[in-house]
């Protein structure tokens, strides 16, 4: 399910607010922010299933989609720590 | 047009919500204090003063700004005055606010890398009758219609007049 209107605009506003604290350029406007933030969401909502899938048996199973999401955030949070 | 005033983050006196935060952007020798508003909770703060004997209307402001991270769109400031006659008027300054009809700058393109200065001008022709000996508020807002993302720091506003 995607988020709704208010939590997309509270992640929009918080990154900008994030970036500003530490002085890091945003190079695009806000409207075409809230776009990449719409954009990520819908992309998200379409691919959730696919990388459910791709989880393999027992975990896919035994993992509750609330783990499952945490496994992700953390490989994500990684990936962006290290930047690969 | 004569300069008459400056304010800086040191003279703002903010309301109970939404306002801005003061802020040390240039850390290496913290010298330069400024008010940081948001990009997406519209704040406003006031300045007070007594207006001039020589007062010559309208007054201008000037706003001085840079951006935070935006580099790209535009800032939009908003500046509004309350003008209260002391022993004439009867405006309860406990517990009301009367400023006038509120004053919109051109909404200015900001420079393409965030940290360079940046100052707008805003004639306010909503004035609320000001006069010689008035006690006076300008409350400044930096409009969530700025198109600009990120926060904006204001780093002074000069309030100019036609003398």
Known sequence: MALNNQERTEIWARFQDDESKIRRSIDVDKSDLRAAVDAMDDWWDTVEAAGNAAIPQPARSALTGRQKKYLFMLLLQTRFNLEV | ?163
């Open chain 2, 1 to 163: 047009m004569a300069s008459r005033f400056v304010f800086d983050a040191s003279n703002h006196e903010p309301p109970a919500a939404t306002f801005p935060s003061p802020a040390v952007i240039d850390a290496t020798d913290e010298r330069r204090r400024v008010l940081e508003f948001s990009g997406t909770t519209q704040q406003n703060t006031s300045f007070a003063v007594i207006v001039p004997a020589d007062f010559s209307a309208n007054f201008t402001a000037e706003f001085f700004y840079t951006m935070a991270s935006g580099t790209t769109g535009n800032a939009q400031w908003r500046c509004e005055i309350e003008a209260v006659t002391p022993n004439v008027d009867t405006l309860d300054l406990d517990s009301a606010d009367s400023y006038a009809t509120a004053n919109d700058a051109a909404a200015d393109t900001v420079p393409g890398t965030a940290g360079h200065l940046a100052s707008v001008s805003d004639e306010l022709t909503n004035g609320d009758s000001a006069a010689a000996g008035d006690m006076i508020r300008f409350r400044v807002t930096y409009l969530t219609a700025s198109t600009a993302a990120g926060n904006a720091h204001l780093h002074r506003v000069e309030i100019r007049d036609a003398a």
